[in-house]
């Protein structure tokens, strides 16, 4: 069974930095681009970022909201995707998302996602 | 950025009842969009993807069409564990856009 687990939320002030982990277990995680979505409180979905597989070059891509703030990471050994926020901004509170695919380079949708983790950037 | 839009943003229906949600492209997107479906507290759930293809153990009674600019979703008959809100995602650039989606309540 496909299972993503991120981890890593919780409250921190303005400015400071944090350190999201997706572990996943039931599939080949080496084989899979693997993103990040957010969803402010009471609002939409958004795309944050992806990393590409290491068979399409393990590249990654951003929105343009995060671009040099926030990286994206894996480690295939250990079946993880990170997500590392600096910079945090208020306006970065939200519950983040994991999920895997890769709809353009793999035709693969995201067709699995995490339980989600609450980010709450206050001071 | 391709922006989209959906309509209606909010539907008040009836168990049994044939439900349609339209999603529009700010530009061609051919058919990579995708269908999630999504309860209060919960992640989304992909229902359909490519615009038409529906994803494995989702009940056949959700079905998706279009290209281009213009896309749908149908619900057949409505079903209680339906009630959810749905949003529409463009595939088709590093953007990976969301529509603001739409909200299915009991009527």
């Known amino acids: 069974e496909v299972q993503l687990v991120e981890s890593g939320g919780g409250l921190v002030q303005p400015g400071r930095s944090l350190r999201l982990s997706c572990t996943a277990s039931?599939?080949?995680?080496?084989?899979?681009?693997m993103s990040w979505f957010r969803q402010a409180p009471g609002k939409g979905l958004e795309w944050v970022g992806f990393?590409?597989?290491?068979?399409?070059?393990?590249?990654?891509e951003y929105a343009a909201s995060v671009k040099g703030r926030f990286t994206i990471s894996r480690d295939d050994s250990k079946s993880i995707a990170y997500l590392q926020m600096n910079s945090l901004k208020t306006e970065d509170t939200a519950v983040y998302y994991c999920?895997?695919?890769?709809?353009?380079?793999?035709?693969?949708?995201?067709?699995?996602w995490g339980q989600g983790t609450l980010v709450t950037v206050s001071s | 950025d391709i922006q989209l839009t959906q309509s209606p943003s909010f539907l008040s229906a009836s168990v049994g009842d044939r439900v349609t949600i339209t999603c529009r492209a700010s530009?061609?997107?051919?058919?990579?969009l995708a269908w999630y479906q999504q309860k209060p507290g919960k992640a989304p759930k992909l229902l359909i993807y490519?615009?038409?293809t529906l994803q494995s153990g989702v009940p056949s009674r959700f079905s998706g069409s279009g290209s281009g600019t213009e896309f749908t979703l149908t619900i057949s008959s409505l079903q209680p564990e339906d009630f959810a809100t749905y949003y529409c995602?463009?595939?088709?650039?590093?953007?990976?856009?969301f529509g603001p989606g739409t909200k299915v309540d009991i009527k």
């Open positions: 999920t895997r695919g890769d709809p353009i380079a793999a035709a693969a949708p995201f067709d699995y």
């Open positions: 039931g599939f080949t995680f080496g084989d899979y681009a």
């Open positions: 990393i590409r597989s290491k068979a399409y070059g393990g590249t990654t």
């Open positions: 530009q061609g997107i051919s058919s990579y």
């Open positions: 490519a615009a038409s």
């Open positions: 995602q463009q595939l088709n650039s590093y953007s990976f856009t």
